[in-house]
């Protein structure tokens, strides 16, 4: 590499790191309004630029408490009993959406068959209508369905959701892996099914940890439908919970800040933990482009 | 490794290559026992562009056999119904005697090597190895073993524990054949598998893999655009132009004996010059002319009527030109635009006449001082040599 | 595919399995439902748990967040999936009576009862004869005052205006409420003897009319100019939120604010205060608020059992009286609790804390005796926003108190529109939907018939194997519910007592309802708004996530994980509060935004007060939510990439920025163009930002399609098949423009989709 570029290089890194923490600034700045609000006495804070508590006196701790329950037992358990929701059912959502949309979307970058355009069609049509009022139709549908008040019944409907979008991004990633290795699987001896759960499953991984991310969040954060279709204060999820210091005529904001901030601290280290996973390339190499 | 099968086939290709390729020209025979690998009337199109038109194949036990043609003559797709990859509108395909026409790729007992490789990304290169064996339920020890010779033979035994992704495109390439390999396969299919490397390593490649179908004489389909491999690889070379096999048989034959104008193009570097004329019948001697050229014609060679007047395309090969010194008879004067010379030999590029198209001429290397561009040289060539092509239908007389 | 099946086999019984055997049900006994927190809540177990103890009946509490109260309510209630009894205020009694929910107290509130609670609360849970509720407690709104900066208890508003223009201190409000809000500008209403719902104010529609929006005539004028007056000089901030007010308060940059007892909770210790009623308008007459009572209310199945009427019955006697005073600071609505403290009680043994307490709720106690119940009727709902956007035009200053309120109940009318009550002909509907299924028929048959058909479908099997349980999961649980919505559109009423009115509510739709095509709140000028907004956003989203999606792929990135992961919070956090963080932050006065703008030397934007901030500020709101997801798009996608084919562009002599429109781009289309063509449906439907940051502001121009429909299904008088109408066409617009996308992107787009 010559000396020139190289500079080049320098500086566009340096270019880069700024774009970066612009980016980052935006992104931070409405959080450290959540988390001053969060951590502030006075359950509002003062208008400023900067939204940092003024010294030490203003910090306390007391929204978590209130919102984790501390020093009430029974009231710390719950919150850990909804927190153990919140993660099973995001997790099963992420998982069943995975499940369902995946040999779904593998038959819908592979295969030819009847019906194909309209069902890619007609998926896209269901994202387009708005839901309005669907939560009632859903409730009875669940309710024949004997799965009211479940956390099934919830993840079912959570997946449901979200397997079309699952659908077109995992359609996406199979047509990008070369139909090659189900190929050369298929001639090494395997069925279809054998070259799409040990070939094409694995190629894809990255983009079906991406989807499943994107099952986990939409679940992770919802809240009208859980609160409608679950019965048992036991059963809630935490955005239940949260949503529950909104009140008709006030807002608990600092204690509704505190969980905002608890609920999104296992996303991010889900996404620190897993993004080598999601964003590795694991394609590449298996296929000379 | 079955030996005594391989070493078996192995003594019966050479004389059954070409026994079969004499017979079969216009009739459908039954499928002669003997075939690992049949294919008749295979008839494909992909919505309503045909790619096969009626395509009969043949490869005798041990026989490696190549598929060759430019872009879209229908070679690969041909492989990958063999393969069982895709299926034929119409004709069948046999295998080692069965009938395989409708059966899935697994069933058939086939070994592929991609022209991507197609390495699974995930495994490692033991476990690429080892995948389709374990899909066949093979035992631990076998496939063990089986992966130990493999890697042996193509030299991969430090490789074995590494991803698709470490290796370099040469290795990688090793790694798909190994994959073969392993598998013992009724037979081997190989899709342009040299396409993606350089060309030192792809000449290094392609001796080796004469090499190693020689050392285990397993029977082999081969497809490929470069006739250099098609020549150097083949026991068996069949020519595919626009969904039909143009011509087939040992490859030297169809280099010396080429059926059509575009088999006679196809094959051969650089390609055979082609001038139109005709025939002239003079005191008994046929003579073939036109376009600058004049030669006579080997008329013991020709069993068709080489009528007076016929219209004709003459082909020669610049190989089989030379610089006409002394009282060697000429056939034509080439205006030499510019002389390629490559050491061993040389090769001058030029017209014939004013209108007519490029000529080239191979030159020996001792000649290329001398021959200047815009300079007119002598060529002569053995009436043997000279090809005749009827100027209506392209094919060759004979 | 005997591994695929065992694999989803395996799946839908882990799933069973782990997540069934927590809710096995318990014996549920009575079962009651509260919107409460904190010490209500608490308040009000301790009073079941004695019901319980006393009467050995089971009852079973369950605490439902507020947004979704009505929804579950009605979701629940017709389905005998219900609570028993239920806590409510008594304003929303004209729903429950919309959707059926309630059922008349009966024996929970016998006649005998009626000297137990106050006049004033047993006439808020009484409507057209009936007692429909146990009265609970009472809000209504009370003057707190901070007693370092106003050492005396303000009277009068005089007393207050008299600091105006920060005479108290710099930057100190002499008083804070939330003057934009119908709500408590009612207070001001109400002194001047106006009236913000009711008979109409003019006398033309006589004694049979209905009640309805009244917020006209000189009164209702003479509150806005004395509002704005307020505003203009300076005694009350600008559209100061809930929250912005108690900031104020405990801050000490309010010497004094119009709240309810909810804020006492949050004040605690931090500021001194007293409470006192609402000042008068000398001259005038006495500032009078609104009445709220929760009430416990008997829906239809529980009315029938008597544990339940025990229990509502017994939720208002004394004991649990004292509970909710003491322990849930409640303006209870009993009134032994009260003429214990008149009689002085055991005042004396009680700590000073106790003592403010009790002084507290006897001051609301004090104020709710002048309070004006909230009136009870369904068409109640609708009145608010239009006189809320009056309200804030008229303290904006663009527009006269006339004008703005004529306005308004313009615009109430035009929602109240009634719609047609003579049987509808179902003759076109049947004529529109029989010739769209007989196109489709059409088509399915040309297909069927089809040369090859049957081998094709038969070369389909093994591909339905694949796509069959996602087809089912995908038909039931999203194309059903979808497809029950949109047959509403055609009926008219509530989901209970539907009527059917054919293409009615399409036609008034189209039709702007008789009024110009482009008048304020037609479908087509939304419909404009809602393009530009969809347009906007997507082009944001997309740059913004390739940029940071391609500045992080670089090879060679320091922090490139600590990057990755601040920059998906926004994502992470719930946006209900993010969406409010940044509302707080356009907040003309006490924003974040405009104290940055100062800080640079800026003039400070009212931010909704015109369209085009409206939109930039609601813009920037969604942008924040929505880049994150769209640059993980991006990150998956450009994996996928090898960096041969980039580095062959660069031996090519590629510049970078062709390099990325030549390669990177056309590249990344087909993993991208799913999510860009999903992104932009989401955001066409994007409706809660929009609730949320501008609610609609200016003047409901900001509002968007679907905004617009959910402010019919929810703040119109439930007119649902009218937001079904909504709902459909939104989707045959959409249908349309991805079909219209998909021919211009040709072949490409297609397969991608």
């Known amino acids: ?289 | 490794m079955s030996e005594a099968i391989h070493a078996a086939s192995r003594t019966a290709t050479n004389d059954g290559t070409s026994a079969s390729v004499e017979s079969s020209d216009t009739s459908l025979p039954e499928v002669p026992r003997a075939m690992r690998c049949a294919a008749r009337g295979i008839k494909k199109a992909f919505g309503a562009t045909p790619i096969l038109r009626g395509v009969d194949l043949e490869i005798p036990e041990g026989t490696f056999a190549v598929l060759v043609g430019p872009s879209g003559c229908g070679k690969s797709t041909l492989l990958r119904l063999v393969a069982g990859l895709e299926e034929a509108d119409e004709g069948a395909i046999t295998l080692a005697d069965r009938d395989v026409t409708h059966l899935p790729p697994r069933d058939r007992d086939v070994a592929m090597v991609f022209q991507s490789y197609a390495l699974y990304p995930h495994l490692t290169v033991r476990d690429n190895l080892a995948f389709g064996l374990k899909l066949r339920g093979t035992s631990t020890a076998e496939i063990d073993e089986r992966i130990e010779e493999a890697s042996a033979m193509l030299g991969l035994a430090k490789l074995l524990d590494r991803l698709p992704k470490q290796l370099s495109g040469g290795q990688r390439q090793r790694v798909a054949m190994g994959r073969a390999i392993v598998r013992r396969p009724t037979i081997f299919l190989f899709d342009e598998p040299l396409s993606n490397l350089d060309a030192a390593l792809r000449a290094e490649v392609r001796v080796e893999i004469r090499r190693l179908h020689d050392r285990l004489g397993a029977t082999t389909l081969y497809v490929t655009h470069d006739q250099v491999e098609a020549m150097t690889l083949a026991d068996s070379l069949w020519v595919l132009n626009g969904g039909l096999v143009e011509q087939k048989g040992p490859p030297l034959e169809i280099y010396e004996r080429p059926r059509t104008k575009f088999v006679a193009t196809f094959l051969g570097s650089p390609q055979m010059n082609l001038l139109s004329g005709r025939l002239v019948k003079e005191g008994g001697l046929v003579f073939a002319e036109g376009g600058g050229v004049r030669s006579r014609v080997d008329d013991e060679r020709f069993r068709s009527e080489l009528d007076d007047g016929r219209e004709v395309t003459i082909g020669v090969r610049p190989h089989d030109m030379f610089l006409a010194k002394g009282d060697a008879p000429k056939i034509a004067e080439l205006k030499v635009e510019i002389v390629e010379a490559l050491g061993s030999e040389a090769f001058a590029h030029g017209w014939l006449t004013s209108s007519g198209p490029t000529v080239i001429a191979r030159l020996d290397a001792a000649d290329a001082r001398t021959v200047k561009p815009g300079s007119v040289i002598p060529l002569g060539a053995a009436p043997t040599s000279i090809h005749l092509f009827d100027a209506a239908t392209d094919r060759a007389l004979a | 595919m005997k591994h695929l099946r065992a694999l989803v086999t395996l799946i839908a019984v882990v799933a069973m399995t782990v997540l069934l055997p927590g809710c096995g049900e318990p014996p549920r006994g009575i079962v009651l439902w509260h919107p409460y927190r904190g010490g209500e809540e608490a308040a009000l177990k301790k009073g079941v748990l004695r019901f319980e103890a006393e009467r050995g009946l089971k009852v079973t509490v369950l605490a439902v967040p507020y947004e979704a109260y009505l929804a579950k309510l009605e979701a629940a209630i017709p389905r005998g999936n219900g609570p028993d009894v239920f806590i409510g205020p008594h304003n929303r009694l004209g729903e429950y009576l919309l959707h059926r929910l309630v059922a008349p107290v009966g024996d929970a509130f016998p006649d005998a009862d009626a000297p137990r609670y106050e006049p004033v609360t047993v006439a808020a849970i009484t409507y057209e004869g009936e007692r429909w509720a146990v009265p609970l407690a009472s809000k209504c709104g009370a003057l707190y005052y901070n007693p370092r900066l106003l050492p005396e208890a303000p009277r009068t508003l005089d007393d207050l205006a008299a600091k105006r223009d920060f005479a108290l201190g710099p930057g100190i409000w002499p008083l804070a409420y939330e003057s934009h809000t119908a709500y408590w500008h009612s207070a001001l209403l109400h002194a001047y003897g106006g009236e913000l719902f009711g008979a109409p104010a003019s006398t033309e529609g006589g004694a049979g009319a209905p009640p309805g929006f009244a917020m006209t005539g000189e009164a209702a004028e003479r509150s806005l100019d004395k509002a704005r007056e307020l505003v203009a000089t300076r005694v009350v901030p600008d559209e100061a939120s809930g929250d912005l007010v108690k900031t104020l308060f405990t801050t000490g940059k309010a010497a004094s604010v119009i709240s309810g007892p909810w804020l006492a909770g949050d004040l605690e210790d931090k500021v001194p205060y007293e409470v006192v009623p609402l000042p008068s308008i000398p001259g005038v007459g006495a500032m009078r608020p609104f009445l709220t009572v929760d009430g416990v209310f008997m829906t239809p199945e529980g009315a029938k059992s008597e544990g339940a009427r025990a229990l509502a019955r017994s939720l208002g006697d004394a004991a649990s009286a004292a509970e909710r005073a003491e322990i849930g600071k409640q303006v209870v609505a009993t009134r032994s609790y009260w003429s214990a403290q008149d009689g002085g009680g055991d005042a004396a043994a009680l700590s000073p804390e106790a003592k403010r307490q009790r002084a507290l709720l006897v001051a609301f106690h004090e104020a709710s005796a002048d309070a004006i119940p909230m009136p009870v009727s369904p068409a109640m709902n609708p009145v608010w926003v239009p006189a809320e956007q009056a309200i804030r035009k008229v303290l904006r200053g663009d527009a006269s108190p006339r004008d703005a309120l004529a306005e308004a109940k313009a615009r109430y009318d035009d929602v109240m529109r009634t719609p047609p009550r003579e049987a509808v002909s179902p003759a076109p509907l049947v004529v529109v939907v029989g010739l769209a299924l007989l196109a489709a028929a059409f088509a399915v048959v040309r297909r069927v018939r089809a040369p090859g058909f049957r081998r094709e479908l038969a070369a389909s099997k093994p591909a339905y194997k694949y796509v069959l349980h996602a087809a089912i999961t995908i038909l039931v649980l999203v194309v059903l519910p979808l497809v029950a919505g949109a047959a509403m559109s055609f009926f008219a009423g509530t989901r209970e007592e539907a009527r059917f009115v054919g293409l009615g509510n399409y036609v008034e739709i189209l039709t702007a309802r008789g009024k110009p095509l482009l008048s304020h709140g037609s479908f087509y000028l939304t419909l404009l708004v809602t393009v530009a907004w969809t347009v906007v956003n997507v082009a944001l989203h997309v740059s913004i996530g390739l940029v940071l999606g391609i500045a992080l792929a670089r090879p060679v990135l320091r922090l490139r994980a600590i990057y990755r992961v601040l920059l998906i919070i926004p994502w992470a956090v719930p946006s209900y509060v993010t969406a409010l963080a940044w509302k707080g932050m356009f907040h003309r006065q006490f924003g974040a935004i405009n104290a940055i703008l100062v800080a640079l030397g800026a003039e400070p934007i009212s931010w909704f007060a015109k369209f085009s901030t409206a939109f930039a500020a609601n813009v920037s709101t969604n942008v924040w939510l929505g880049f994150p997801f769209m640059m993980v798009v991006v990150m998956g996608a450009l994996t996928s990439i090898s960096k041969d084919v980039l580095e062959a562009a660069e031996v090519d002599g590629a510049t970078r920025w062709q390099a990325f429109r030549l390669v990177t781009l056309p590249l990344l289309r087909p993993t991208l163009l799913p999510a860009v063509v999903l992104g932009s449906v989401w955001t066409f439907n994007m409706f809660n930002v929009v609730f949320l940051v501008s609610g609609g502001e200016p003047d409901g121009t900001t509002d968007i399609l679907v905004s617009e429909a959910y402010r019919w299904a929810f703040a119109r008088n439930a007119q649902l098949g009218y937001a079904a109408a909504y709902a459909v066409i939104i989707f045959g617009l959409l249908a349309l423009m991805s079909k219209v996308l998909g021919r211009i992107g040709g072949g490409d787009a297609k397969e991608a989709i």
């Open chain 1, 1 to 289: 590499m010559s000396a020139r570029s190289k500079r080049g290089s320098a500086l566009e890194a340096v270019l880069v790191h700024a774009l970066l923490l612009v980016a980052v600034v935006y992104a931070l700045y409405p959080v450290l309004w959540v988390v001053t609000l969060a951590l502030s006495k006075a359950g509002g804070i003062e208008p400023r630029v900067i939204p940092v508590p003024h010294g030490a006196d203003e910090i306390t701790l007391d929204n978590f408490r209130l919102v984790t329950g501390a020093g009430d037992p029974e009231r710390s358990w719950l919150f850990a009993r909804q927190l153990v929701n919140s993660l099973v059912v995001s997790f099963a959502t992420a998982a069943t959406a995975v499940a369902i949309a995946t040999p779904a979307a593998y038959a819908l970058a592979r295969f030819e068959f009847v019906g194909k355009r309209s069902g890619l069609r007609g998926m896209l049509l269901t994202q387009m209508f708005p839901g309005v009022a669907s939560a009632v139709p859903l409730y009875l549908i669940l309710d024949a369905l004997h799965l009211l008040d479940t956390r099934s019944g919830l993840v079912l409907v959570y997946a449901a959701t979200a397997v079309p979008f699952a659908v077109f991004q995992l359609r996406g990633a199979f047509l990008a892996i070369p139909v090659d290795l189900e190929e050369a699987a298929m001639v090494d001896g395997a069925t279809r099914t054998q070259a799409f759960l040990k070939v094409a499953l694995p190629a894809a991984r990255p983009a079906i940890a991406v989807t499943a991310l994107f099952a986990f969040m939409s679940a992770w954060n919802e809240f009208i439908l859980a609160a409608t279709l679950l019965g048992r204060e036991s059963a809630f999820t935490l955005p239940v919970v949260l949503q529950s210091y909104v009140g008709e005529y006030s807002t608990q904001w600092g204690a509704f800040a505190a969980g905002a901030i608890l609920v999104s601290v296992p996303v991010m280290v889900l996404f620190y933990v897993a993004q080598r996973q999601l964003l590795s390339g694991l394609t590449a190499g298996g296929v000379k482009g």
